[in-house]
């Protein structure tokens, strides 16, 4: 079984970011209330004043106030399924495994079209709640081992902060290059572990190219 990451993996920029823009030039509305709140959101997290799962549930919230969120879903990932990474379509199986710490929501639509499975955050756009723990880092791993998934042959991600399901794969790659470049996972060292916890610690990717 092959397994990815998704924002920056096989599509490049985040989808979650990529459709809240897309919904708030269709209901200007949101640049009024969502847009000015958000801001306010990555101010405070930078800061350190706003925990991390906090700071996402914020992002998150534009998906409750979007009354056409299927119509809207559909018109999206019509026009940006093409995005998806070449290299990936190459290689596709039926049994891969995209695995996300976008929302379901977004990320079911697109893997339903790929005619793969996935994991991603699972959200509830009504209340604003995250039903289980954000898919991120270490919780992807914990995710596989407690669900008793068959044996990871080959892990791609663009994100070190991916280290520990890495380490669970037969063979691991790192993405860059706006997710059109494929290469071999660094070598596991102090330098590299030293960039993984400043990637979980802050949420960013930090590529090597």
């Known amino acids: 079984m092959n397994v990815y990451d998704f924002d920056g993996t096989i599509y490049y920029t985040n989808c979650t970011v990529s459709f809240a823009i ?16 958000t801001a306010v959101t990555v101010a405070l997290y930078k800061m350190g004043k706003l925990p991390k799962y906090k700071a996402i549930l914020r992002l998150f919230s ?25 290299w990936y379509i190459a290689q596709k199986q039926p049994d891969d495994l995209i695995i996300s710490a976008s929302p379901e929501c977004i990320i079911e639509p697109i893997a339903a079209r790929l005619g793969v499975k996935f994991i991603a955050t699972e959200y509830d756009r009504e209340y604003n709640v995250m039903l289980n723990n954000l ?4 919780e992807k791993a914990r995710y596989i081992f407690d669900h008793g998934f068959p044996v990871i042959d080959n892990f791609y991600s663009d994100s070190l902060s991916d280290m520990p399901i890495a380490l669970c794969a037969e063979k691991a790659f790192l993405i860059t290059d706006k997710a059109r470049k494929v290469n071999d996972w660094p070598e596991f060292d102090e330098e590299i572990m030293k960039k993984v916890r400043r990637e979980i610690d802050t949420g960013t990717n930090i590529h090597l190219d």
């Open 22 to 37: 897309w919904c708030m030039l269709r209901h200007p509305k949101l640049l009024f209330t969502y847009a000015p709140a």
């Open 62 to 86: 534009f998906l409750g106030m979007i009354d056409d969120f299927d119509l809207q879903i559909k018109k999206y990932w019509d026009k940006h399924e093409k995005k998806i990474s070449a």
């Open 135 to 138: 898919m991120f880092a270490k």
